[in-house]
């Protein structure tokens, strides 16, 4: 396998080898280390009931707060370094993907118009953009990553799998928690908790969470470091308890970021088959233009635009949970919002060619689940209702600069830079969603060793979408269809006024059902099969255009995906509780997937929405965690994922094979990079692989510890390490030979003492070896083969204290 894992598995065998082990990580059924020598049995919500997590006929990972605390897991972003088959990626929060097994949402910009893929609930509450995926954890108390689809048991239809957040609930007992953490690169983490009565029958919790660190990305132009972290949130919850059989949760959260952020820079270029003149080289050149750099390791770069990524995320909800009859009602009403105020370089260049590229968005989102839980010695059922309406307003802007005339026009025309600087696009657009649903699930235990579980949901969704673009020259003059004057066609050929307003409504019908079989008391062996479906959906981004330029109206509305999905699997226990084992083998199915499609326009740089004939995810996962004595655990997953385009016959060519003329009837598309060759219109991308997803994923790691005194107290010294491995994976929609990423692996070590009194200091190091690699690779516009992309982080050490009263 690629020679990276060696690294990685050379650190944790010295670890080990050291006594110092491996990860106090949880993933599956994994490790706490306390006081007995056996795996702790986790207890999830994973099926609206509490039970132990070897007992949930689900591929399941499970995260306790000191599991992600340890690793320096602050995000749902940062889930991937423990979940081998959990994706994600971002180039700001608003473009952000979450996705497992390589399913959920399109790879590429986000468009407001479908749906998540995989749903992202906070106690109960549906997270309906990504963009939560960003902001620190606050206070929680468990994570769970449920993969495949579970749209029987939550509220939002989700297809591909859900993170379940679990935050720790107001206390009768007076709590106070402190922890600061400082590092390098100006890293700052600071977090408080405080919890106690303030009656008899109310308890309130608070918490904080601040964190901030220097840019990565230093920009000449601007003489500062960008792709900074500035993270704030506060968390409050008011619990009334008025006797035994009913609690009501009042909570609500405001978080915000406001860092310089966010850029993607020079990585490399590629040949493509545009003429010469019209490639990457020779436009910089012809404008006198030279990158800083051109190893991106050196992590410089000149954007000169404006850059931020101001981001507020916040909501109140009320939950009730009601032990009625023989079972429990849940009601959860929630409403939050989402403010998103960026500012872009969308040409990834110190050329002013897009002086603005900037789409600000604001969301209300409303839902409201009621469901009733009844457990019983042969039957258990879950029953629910869920509705939800989301609005979203978007006012953006899309402004050329100085430079565009002579990068992006031909002839005469581009040595006027009056042409296009200045020419501007005002966007306004808005999506009205709604979403309806009933579903339950039904337990029913046949025998001691044997039960089966149906479950259903019917759903109805409707969207309303609008989209307008207003376009205007350097002087303020609208730019309309209908005008013959040259510089006019040449500007509606840059930036294109358009209306659309599509629609899309239905309902479906979703089904699963699962048989579980007790081999022996340590041995549960499972098999599901699921019918499900996602919504379809609306281009929100503006639509395609024909060669007068003028939108294509049928494109405005997607189609539904078509869901089919197997799986099996066997969940043990073995070495007298020391250990357990649990493997997954599953095949997903999906007809009309819902894929992006790049347009390359300069100045709208903006992904639309196409149906894939069909795609395929099929694969194996285990999870293996140790404890063979007090005072070591270990654990290692893995996952073998085989996405691919199994049907794909009119997708976007990649770079290599785009930007020439247009093949004609009886001719022949020219090899790839050709200058000013022959393009195909589109490309049969079948049996490509899906973009973001590696092949192979693991993720290792445990921790060793033993009794020790330390300034007077008396706790346990312990050392530990979390790694990962993730082998080589597509960072473009359409396969390119520019947009792959090497595999690459990750190892993060500490070292401390705690105290069973909550006192707990360490030291820790993350990319211990300083592994250069890219989170991902993106296109640069209009086809000129420029490559951009992310470094991930470089080697970052620091110290991190914690205090309990």
């Given at each position: ?7 990685g598995?050379?650190?944790?065998l ?41 007992e ?16 320096g897991?602050f995000t ?10 959990f994706?994600y ?22 468009s ?13 509450v ?6 939560a ?8 108390a ?20 859900a993170?379940?957040?679990?935050s ?32 008899e029958?109310?308890a309130?919790?608070?918490a ?10 230093y ?19 008011l ?39 019209r ?5 910089a ?12 390791f050196?992590?410089i ?25 023989p079972?429990t009602?849940?009601?959860?009403t929630a ?9 872009n370089d ?12 900037n ?12 469901r ?16 939800f309406?989301?609005?979203?307003d ?25 042409v296009?600087d ?28 044997f ?13 309303e ?28 050929g ?37 019918k ?13 255009t024909?060669?007068a ?10 189609k ?22 649990n ?10 997937f ?13 992904g ?6 069909q795609v395929?995810?099929q694969?194996?996962?285990f999870?293996?965690?140790v ?10 997953n ?12 009119d ?34 991308i ?16 445990g921790?060793a ?17 979390e790694?990962?491995?993730?082998s ?12 792959n990423?090497?595999?690459?692996s ?18 820790w ?41």
């Amino acid at each position: 396998m690629h020679k990276v894992i060696h690294r990685g598995l050379l650190a944790a065998l010295l670890c080990g080898a050291a006594t110092a082990a491996l990860a106090e990580t949880e993933v599956a059924t994994a490790v706490e280390v306390e006081a007995e020598s056996t795996v702790d049995a986790l207890i999830v919500t994973a099926r609206r009931r509490s039970e132990s997590v070897q007992e949930v006929p689900v591929a399941i990972s499970v995260l306790s707060a000191a599991a992600v605390e340890n690793a320096g897991v602050f995000t749902v972003g940062r889930l991937q370094q423990l979940t081998p088959t959990f994706q994600y990626y971002s180039s700001n929060p608003r473009n952000t993907t979450v996705n497992i097994r390589g399913l959920g949402v399109p790879f590429g910009l986000t468009s407001d118009g479908f749906e998540q893929g995989v749903g992202i609930y906070i106690d109960d509450v549906y997270y309906a953009r990504a963009a939560a995926a960003t902001f620190d954890f606050l206070d929680i108390a468990q994570v769970e990553v449920l993969r495949g689809p579970q749209g029987t048991l939550y509220g939002k239809n989700t297809t591909a799998g859900a993170v379940n957040i679990t935050s720790n609930a107001p206390t009768f007992d007076f709590e106070g928690k402190a922890e600061l953490t400082l590092g390098n690169l100006g890293f700052r983490q600071a977090k408080a908790v405080v919890s106690g009565p303030l009656s008899e029958t109310v308890a309130a919790r608070l918490a904080v969470s601040s964190t901030t660190r220097d840019g990565t990305i230093y920009n000449v132009t601007s003489d500062r470091w960008i792709n900074e972290q500035d993270n704030l949130g506060v968390r409050a919850q008011l619990l009334f308890r008025p006797n035994d059989d009913l609690r009501i949760t009042l909570s609500a959260d405001y978080s915000e970021q406001d860092p310089v952020c966010c850029a993607q820079i020079y990585v490399r270029t590629g040949a493509t088959q545009r003429p010469l003149a019209r490639q990457y080289a020779a436009l910089a050149a012809a404008q006198g233009y030279v990158v800083p750099s051109t190893n991106p390791f050196d992590r410089i770069t000149d954007v000169d635009a404006n850059l931020s990524a101001g981001n507020k995320l916040g909501g109140a909800s009320a939950r009730v949970v009601w032990d009625v009859g023989p079972g429990t009602l849940t009601a959860v009403t929630a409403w939050r919002y989402w403010d998103w105020k960026p500012e872009n370089d969308r040409d990834f260049t110190g050329l002013s060619i897009v002086s603005k590229s900037n789409n600000p968005s604001q969301q209300d989102q409303y839902s409201q689940e009621l469901r009733y839980a009844y457990a019983g010695d042969r039957l258990d059922f879950v029953v629910g209702a869920f509705g939800f309406y989301q609005r979203i307003d978007t006012r953006g802007i899309e402004q050329n600069g100085a430079n565009a005339s002579r990068w992006s026009l031909t002839g005469a025309l581009a040595s006027n830079p009056a042409v296009l600087d200045g020419l501007t696009a005002l966007n306004t657009q808005y999506l009205k969603n709604t979403s309806a649903a009933v579903y339950g699930q039904l337990s029913w235990k046949l025998t001691d060793a044997f039960t089966i579980q149906p479950g259903v949901r019917f759903n109805y969704d409707k969207k309303e979408g609008f989209y307008e673009r207003k376009v205007f020259d350097g002087a303020g003059n609208p730019v309309l269809f209908g005008q013959t004057d040259p510089i006019k066609v040449a500007q509606r050929g840059i930036l294109a006024p358009q209306l659309s307003a599509p629609e899309f409504s239905d309902t479906n019908f979703s089904y699963d059902l699962t048989a579980t079989y007790k081999v022996t008391p340590d041995v549960l062996a499972y098999a599901t099969i699921a019918k499900t479906f996602k919504t379809g959906g609306v281009n929100q981004n503006g639509l395609p255009t024909d060669a007068a330029g003028n939108p294509i109206l049928s494109a405005g509305v997607i189609k539904p995906e078509d869901v089919t999905h197997l799986e099996g699997g066997l969940k043990t226990e073995f070495w007298a509780g020391r250990a357990t084992l649990n493997l997954s083998v599953f095949r997903t199915d999906i007809d009309d997937f819902q894929a992006t499609v790049t347009n390359g326009q300069f100045g709208v740089l903006r992904g639309y929405l196409a149906n894939a004939e069909q795609v395929r995810s099929q694969g194996v996962e285990f999870d293996v965690s140790v404890r063979p004595f007090e005072g070591l655990s270990a654990y290692v997953n893995g996952a073998y994922t085989d996405a691919k385009y199994v049907k794909f016959v009119d997708a976007p060519c990649p770079p290599e094979l785009s930007g020439g003329t247009t093949v004609g009837a009886g001719q022949t598309p020219s090899a790839p990079g050709t200058p000013g060759g022959l393009s195909p219109a589109n490309c049969d991308i079948s049996g490509g692989r899906l973009p973001g997803v590696s092949k192979w994923a693991f993720s290792y790691g445990g921790e060793a510890s033993r009794p020790v005194t330390f300034l007077g107290r008396e706790g346990v010294g312990y050392i530990g390490v979390e790694a990962s491995y993730r082998s080589d994976f597509s960072s473009n929609a359409s396969p390119s030979i520019y947009t792959n990423i090497k595999g690459y692996s990750l190892a993060n070590f500490r070292a401390g003492f705690r105290t069973d009194e909550g006192f707990d200091i360490f030291g820790w190091v993350r990319n211990a070896f300083d592994e250069e690699y890219f989170e991902q690779l993106a296109l640069g516009p209009g086809n000129t083969g420029l490559i951009v992309g992310q470094p991930g982080d470089e080697r970052t050490w620091g110290l991190t204290l914690k205090g309990e009263v």
